[in-house]
């Protein structure tokens, strides 16, 4: 068996039994395939899965949802979460959502694009003139369309999750200017509009699951990829990219996510008490989200790697015809919404 091999099987041997143990001790029986999932006590589990690690602030968000569902429930209803890509990557959960293995995930809305086609417009870089006025689009009707959007695919929106601005990090090569992303290979999420940006930027996009990427990155299979600074210090790619260069390019958000299957089985109480505790974990996590920005930023220049704020007016020029490209379609539309968005 080879090195891979069998560092592969005994990680997958460890996930199982962490996930056994996590299960044995909040005394659960997860009964075939998540169909039928209740604890012993008869209260109803939900598992959630999401490809973040446990430090990330989405993830703690989660934590206190959890926490916030026993209380208000008394313990009838309970979310089981599985951290780090567990239950495969975040289009695998999305899958899991659509034929009900799974009840929830937290996913970044660039996947979702694949399933929700509206979603496109979170992937277009410089689309929103600032935090703010993307909160206002967020919060706004044109936020809550969206999060309903999902309805037909067998999708519920919770809620959004802040997850700030992405930005370009690389190994070695320091991106001042559009014109350094050329030659480099950039990892780019499951989203054609990521893909689409990376090249409008003149970088040669990858796509690789968040969870591939650490390796992705250190096996130089890549050369950099891009997210937002909590992100990029949760995961641990500051340990292999040095280079950090802020241009702000897109701004695309997390989102909470009920499988249609699951929801339909819950009685209106169940639902009111999960969007309640969704919408107070989100509260949460949007006030906790500058302070662990400017703490990742610190903690990925105390580890040695050159944070820099380039001209973002020299990328977003680069991006105008891929703006233009949309003029007539559905994503054009939306984006007419958002510029008119006060
Ligand atoms: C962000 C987002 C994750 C996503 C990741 C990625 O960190 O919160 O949900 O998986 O970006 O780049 O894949």
């Known amino acids: 068996m080879s090195e891979l091999r069998e560092a592969r099987t005994l990680s997958l041997f460890v996930a199982g039994v962490l996930v056994g143990c996590l299960v044995a001790t909040c ?3 997860l009964v075939e395939r ?24 989405v993830h703690l968000a989660m934590e206190r949802m959890a926490e916030s569902l026993a209380q208000k429930s008394g313990g009838a209803l309970r979310l089981l979460i599985a951290p780090n890509g567990q239950l495969g990557s975040e289009t695998d959960c999305i899958e899991l959502l659509q034929n009900g293995a799974l009840a929830l995930t937290k996913t970044s ?12 417009l979170f992937g277009v870089p410089y689309v ?28 519920v929106g919770l809620c959004w999750y802040d997850a700030g601005a992405r930005s370009f990090y690389t190994k070695k090569t320091p991106v001042q200017s559009p014109g350094d992303l050329a030659g480099l290979k950039i990892r780019v999420q499951n989203s054609q509009t990521a893909l689409r940006m990376v090249e409008a930027l003149g970088g040669s996009p990858t796509p690789l699951t968040f969870g591939e990427l650490y390796t992705g990155l250190q096996q130089g299979l890549v050369d950099g990829a891009e997210n937002n600074p909590p992100s990029f210090h949760s995961s641990r790619h500051f340990e292999v990219c040095k280079e950090y260069s802020l241009d702000e390019h897109t701004r695309v958000p997390d989102v909470l996510l009920v499988s249609r299957i699951w929801w339909d089985r819950l009685d209106e109480q169940q639902r009111e008490w999960l969007r309640e505790a969704a919408l107070e974990s989100a509260e949460w996590q949007r006030t906790e989200w500058r302070r662990r920005t400017e703490e990742a930023l610190a903690a990925v220049e105390e580890a040695g790697v050159t944070v820099r704020r380039p001209d973002t007016a020299a990328f977003a020029e ?25």
């Open 318 to 342: 680069k991006v105008a015809p891929m703006h233009a490209s949309y003029e007539g379609t559905p994503i054009g539309d939306l984006m007419r919404r958002v510029r008119e968005t006060e």
């Open 128 to 155: 929103f003139r600032s935090e703010e006025h993307f909160w206002r689009v967020a919060e706004g009707p044109l936020g809550d369309e969206l999060l309903a959007a999902g309805e037909t695919a067998g999708l």
């Open 27 to 29: 005394g659960y029986a």
């Open 109 to 120: 809305s660039a996947p979702l694009e694949a399933f929700v086609p509206e979603m496109a």
């Open 34 to 57: 998540g169909r039928n999932t209740s604890a012993r006590d008869g209260a109803v589990v939900l598992k959630l899965g999401h490809s973040l690690d446990t430090a990330h602030p």
